[in-house]
T-cell receptor
Framework: DARVTQTPRHKVTEMGQEVTMRCQPI?????VFWYRQTMMQGLELLAY????????DSGMPKDRFSAEMPDATLATLKIQPSEPRDSAVYFC??????????????FGPGTRLTVT | EDQVTQSPEALRLQEGESSSLNCSYT??????LFWYRQDPGKGPEFLFT???AGEEKEKERLKATLTKKESFLHITAPKPEDSATYLC??????????FGAGTQVVVTP
C-alpha cells in the first residue's frame, strides 16, 4: 500500500528553536510538494520539487524556511528560527510529473506543529 | 490569479438525503480540477480529477461534474461515513494547485 509518510506527526517547540520535518514520497513519484494548512488560510503551497530540483518556493518565508531533497526518498522542510505564527499542520504530497495523471497529488498524514 | 470558491461552507444531511456541493473557479489555462476528501487529523485524500467541461466521474455515492466555471460534487444517498470536509482545487497554467476553503459535510443517522 503505497503512501506518503511524514515525521514527526506532532511537534511542540519553543519560539526561536529549529524545526525539521521529513517526508518520504511514494516510491517512483518524482514531484514533491510542501503545504501548510491553517484554519484562517486553508491549504497553501509552500514549495515543490521535481526530480529533486526546486521548481518554486515562492510560498515560503525565505528568511526562516528552507526546503531540500537530499535524495529521491527524502524531502525536508526546516524552520529556523520558529515563531508562534508558524503553528499549523504541514503536509507533504507527491505525484508523477509529466506522465498520465501527472497532476494528481497524494498527501501524507501531516506534521502538526505548535510553537509556544 | 487562480481562485476557487466553495459553497456552502457547511452542510448537515440526514442519512439518505442527497445533495450537491459547489466549486466555482477562475483559472488561467485549466489543467485540471481536483476533488479531495479530508477527515479530521488526516491529510487530504484524492477523489477525482476532471480535465474538461462536460466531464463526469463517479465513485460509490459521489459524482463530480465540470463546467467552464464550476464543478459540482453530488452525494447520493449519503451515509454517516461520508462525513468529511470536501476540498476542491484547480491547477492552471502555472502548474500549482489552488485550493478552496472546503465544505464540511456532516451526515447524521
Amino acid at each position: 500500500d503505497a503512501r506518503v509518510t511524514q515525521t514527526p506527526r506532532h511537534k511542540v517547540t519553543e519560539m526561536g528553536q529549529e524545526v525539521t520535518m521529513r517526508c518520504q514520497p511514494i516510491l517512483g513519484h518524482n514531484t514533491v510538494f510542501w503545504y501548510r494548512q491553517t484554519m484562517m488560510q486553508g491549504l497553501e503551497l509552500l514549495a515543490y520539487f521535481r526530480n529533486r530540483a526546486p521548481l518554486d518556493d515562492s510560498g515560503m518565508p525565505k528568511d526562516r524556511f528552507s526546503a531540500e531533497m537530499p535524495d529521491a526518498t527524502l524531502a525536508t522542510l526546516k524552520i529556523q528560527p520558529s515563531e508562534p505564527r508558524d503553528s499549523a499542520v504541514y503536509f507533504c504530497a507527491s505525484g508523477l510529473g509529466g506522465g498520465a495523471n501527472s497532476y494528481e497529488q497524494y498527501f501524507g498524514p501531516g506534521t502538526r506543529l505548535t510553537v509556544t | 490569479e487562480d481562485q476557487v470558491t466553495q459553497s456552502p461552507e457547511a452542510l448537515r444531511l440526514q442519512e439518505g438525503e442527497s445533495s450537491s456541493l459547489n466549486c466555482s473557479y477562475t483559472v488561467s489555462g485549466l489543467r485540471g480540477l481536483f476533488w479531495y476528501r479530508q477527515d479530521p487529523g488526516k491529510g487530504p485524500e484524492f477523489l477525482f480529477t476532471l480535465y474538461s467541461a462536460g466531464e463526469e466521474k463517479e465513485k460509490e455515492r459521489l459524482k463530480a461534474t465540470l463546467t467552464k466555471k464550476e464543478s459540482f460534487l453530488h452525494i447520493t444517498a449519503p451515509k454517516p461515513e461520508d462525513s468529511a470536509t470536501y476540498l476542491c482545487a484547480v491547477m492552471g497554467s502555472w502548474g500549482k494547485l489552488q485550493f478552496g476553503a472546503g465544505t464540511q459535510v456532516v451526515v447524521t443517522p
